[in-house]
């Protein structure tokens, strides 16, 4: 019986060591050479506008539709008028698809 208790203590304290062994900073090992990435494209407001505007112009769909576009630091602002809810989706899914767009405030209202 004293001899399993020495083994299950044993057992144990060899547990703790190996778990607390593990908690290491790892931040501390990184190697020298290693570099942060650079960070992701930055889109300015003029691409994003450009982007929208050129999607919505080349879709048949949303001829005869009167949409206007405001961007500001990525956040977008939709306004004007369509003729109906495809034309309204389509509007806000092309919007969407433009890299570089945060937000989209869909002001479009159909006639």
């Not at 450009?50 to 048949?60: C, E, G, K, W």
């Not at 495809?86 to 919007?95: E, F, G, I, K």
Request: proline fraction near 4%; charged fraction near 20%; include cysteine.
């Amino acid at each position: 019986m004293h001899t399993r208790y020495k083994l299950f203590t044993f057992s144990i304290l060899l547990m703790s060591i190996l778990t607390l062994s593990g908690c290491e900073n790892y931040a501390e090992k990184t190697h020298e050479s290693w570099v942060t990435p650079p960070p992701g494209a930055v889109y300015d407001d003029s691409t994003i506008f450009a982007r929208i505007t050129l999607a919505l112009q080349s879709d048949p769909i949303l001829q005869g539709t009167n949409v206007e576009i405001k961007v500001n630091d990525g956040s977008v602002v939709l306004s004007g008028t369509v003729r109906n809810e495809d034309q309204l989706t389509r509007v806000n899914m092309h919007t969407w698809i433009v890299d570089g767009v945060k937000k989209v405030d869909n002001q479009i209202v159909k006639k």
